[in-house]
């Protein structure tokens, strides 16, 4: 096992959510300067996902911030995310980083992509920080300390999640990736629905801030893509769980994919009756 830094108490898991804060604002404004450019050139990864300019300079900006904290943890970015699991299965506490989530959705400039950074600790996000760029709106949460939302120009405020409504539930769904599963899943509901469909991982933030009570995922996703929203849903008093109900966990096996998911509010509704 290697030398690990120790994971943080509550104190400095505060003060390090603040410096992360400012580090995802700071690669937000690098995708602005981007995003407001025509300068659009779209490359494929080798899982044939779109990579922009955009993602390599909020990448950079985030990996340069968080290695200058004094915290000193490895950093795991979508961008660099070549790193052997015999590597990575020694990390007790690591950053997991998605620099750019919703390529697609810059892309078509519809504005519906953020920057996510989670802290991981013994497979768990424990902090996360939810930015986006175009608004400037942000979540951002650590444990023992709550969830919490902040539109521009404004004091931050405490969000929780909803109890379920017995008249109509709110479906948040994926903007590029719904598909006919998420179609049954809601005529399995069997009581009025509204759809939310949106991108990057806006959709867990909106169950978090009582906007929406579930978010299924049925598709393929990374570990990055979810990291920062959990803790978000979680310190909100939400869920983000397999098909199982367990909560999802990170860097256990050698692939980066997530599972199937829900993300919920409230747990006394049987979500997996419905699956």
Known sequence: MTNEP??????????????????????????????ATDD??????????????????AHHTIVAGLS??????????EESSHIPYQE???WQCYWLVDPLDGTREFIKRNGEFTVNIALIEAHRPIL?????????VLYYACRGYGAFKQEQGQQPQRILARDCPS???????????AGETLQTFIQRLNMPVELISIGSS????LVAEGKADIYPRFGPTSEWDTA???????????HLTDTLLQPLLYNTKDSLLNPHFLVFGDAKKQWGNYL
Request: glycine share 6%.
């Open 167 to 177: 008249d109509q539930l709110i479906v948040a769904g994926s903007r590029s990736h």
């Open 68 to 77: 200058a904290l004094p915290s000193n943890y490895p950093i795991l970015s």
């Open 228 to 238: 920062a929203a959990q803790c978000i849903v979680e310190q909100a008093g939400g």
């Open 202 to 205: 806006l959709k867990s933030c």
């Open 128 to 136: 996360g920080v939810v930015y986006v760029p175009v608004t400037q």
């Open 6 to 35: 120790s994971a943080p108490n509550t104190t400095a898991l505060t003060e390090l959510l603040h410096s992360v804060v400012t580090i995802a604002q700071l690669a937000g404004a690098k995708i602005m300067e981007i995003y």
């Open 88 to 90: 990575r299965i020694q």
């Open 40 to 57: 659009f050139t779209v490359q494929k990864k080798d899982d044939n996902t779109p990579l922009t300019k955009a993602d390599m300079a």
